[in-house]
Structure formats: structure tokens, C-alpha cells
Antibody, heavy 122, light 107 residues
């Protein structure tokens, strides 16, 4: 399973780092995504990282503010978030891709974490 | 960005009915189309990948068709456990985008 942590309440302009730890499954050969869902809204893709960490992609809404990374020795995915805005308020999910060794994130996500809530508010 | 237009936004059907949800992409996405089921307070669950590949463990009453811009998710013989929101997802190119979802309720 995947287990996110690190969410919480932060003021606008603040920073948070989310973590996603895999247990019972191997994620080291799979691309990983962060996807978020604002309260009462649909899903929004945030970022992707290749299985070996050599390639990343971001949604325009977070580019330059968020950084995705991974530590395969710890089976852990991260999302470093800076300059947070109220519109970043959402449940953040990490998700594993369906196929191994995917290069560019063009895969469905078959395993998701339970999500961690990020609230940006003064 | 590729826009995913999903219809209807909600529907009400009886147990045993056949339910059809459609998703239209603003440009061709080949078969890079996935369907998820999401229940309140829970993470999405992958039902169908690559437009028509039903995932292991997903009941056979779920099926998907389509290619290019038009896709369909069909639930044959709706069951009480199928009450959820269903959304489509294009993984053709970034930014990967989702439909707004279809909320399925029991009549």
C-alpha cells in the first residue's frame, strides 16, 4: 500500500513537504504521480516522476513552486511545496503507475494512497 | 491542454439497469483513456485502463469502449455497491487531465 503523510494547515506563502511511503509493494520500477482533489471538486494531476527519478513533469498551476522527488532506497516519494496559495487546498494523493519502467507518465494509476489534506489559510 | 468532457454529471438508475457514461476528449488520445471509481472519502480505484482493459478483481459488469475522442464506460446490471462517482482520465500527454465525474445514484 501507499501511505501519505505531511499534510496540515499552512499560511499562504508557506511550505510543506508531503511524503508517500510504499509498504508491501515495490515501487522502485514504477513511475509515480501526485494527484490532488480540492473539497467537493474533481481530480487534478499535479506531478509525475520517472521510476529512476531522471524525469519529472508538472502541472502549470504548480510549476516552479512544487518539486517531486523520490528515494528508492526508502521506497518513498516526496512533494516539496513552496509559496502555497489558498487554491492549493486539497487532498493530495500519491499514485503508482500500472506499467513498469514507464518513461513519461502515460499510464493509468492502479494503486493510490489514502490521501493527506493540505489546507492553505490564514 | 486536452479537455475531457464527461456526461452526464449525475444519473439515477434502478438496480439491474444498464448505465452508460461517456467521455469526450478535445483531441484524439488514441486509447490512452482510463476509468476510475471513487466513493466518498476514499481514493480513486482503477477500473479500466487503455480504454477497454478491465483490471483484475473488477466485476465483469464493468466494460469500456472507444478510441480517438469518444469513450464509454458501461455498467451492466447496476448493483448497490456501484454507487459512486466515476471519472475518466487521459494519459496521452501532459497535463494529464480528468473528467469532472459522473455521480451514480440508485433510483
Amino acid at each position: 500500500q501507499l501511505m501519505e503523510s505531511g499534510g496540515g494547515v499552512v499560511q499562504p506563502g508557506g511550505s510543506l513537504r508531503l511524503s508517500c511511503e510504499a509498504s508491501g509493494i515495490s515501487v522502485n520500477t514504477y513511475g509515480m504521480h501526485w494527484v490532488r482533489q480540492a473539497p467537493g471538486k474533481g481530480l487534478e494531476w499535479v506531478a509525475f516522476i520517472r521510476y529512476d527519478g531522471s524525469y519529472e513533469e508538472y502541472a502549470d498551476s504548480v510549476k516552479g513552486r512544487f518539486t517531486i522527488s523520490r528515494d528508492n532506497s526508502r521506497s518513498t516519494l516526496y512533494l516539496q511545496m513552496h509559496s502555497l496559495r489558498p487554491e492549493d487546498t486539497a487532498v493530495y494523493y500519491c499514485a503508482k503507475e500500472l506499467g513498469e519502467y514507464s518513461g513519461y507518465g502515460a499510464e493509468a494509476c492502479d494503486i493510490w494512497g489514502q490521501g493527506t489534506m493540505v489546507t492553505v489559510s490564514s | 491542454d486536452i479537455q475531457m468532457t464527461q456526461t452526464p454529471s449525475s444519473l439515477s438508475a434502478s438496480i439491474g439497469d444498464t448505465v452508460t457514461i461517456t467521455c469526450r476528449a478535445s483531441q484524439s488520445i488514441d486509447t490512452f483513456l482510463n476509468w476510475y471509481q471513487q466513493k466518498p472519502g476514499k481514493a480513486p480505484k482503477l477500473l479500466i485502463s487503455a480504454a477497454s482493459s478491465v483490471q483484475n478483481g473488477v466485476p465483469s459488469r464493468f466494460s469500456g469502449t472507444g478510441t480517438g475522442t469518444d469513450f464509454t464506460l458501461t455498467i451492466t446490471s447496476l448493483q448497490p455497491d456501484d454507487i459512486a462517482t466515476y471519472c475518466c482520465h487521459q494519459s496521452y500527454n501532459t497535463p494529464y487531465t480528468f473528467g469532472r465525474g459522473t455521480k451514480v445514484e440508485i433510483k
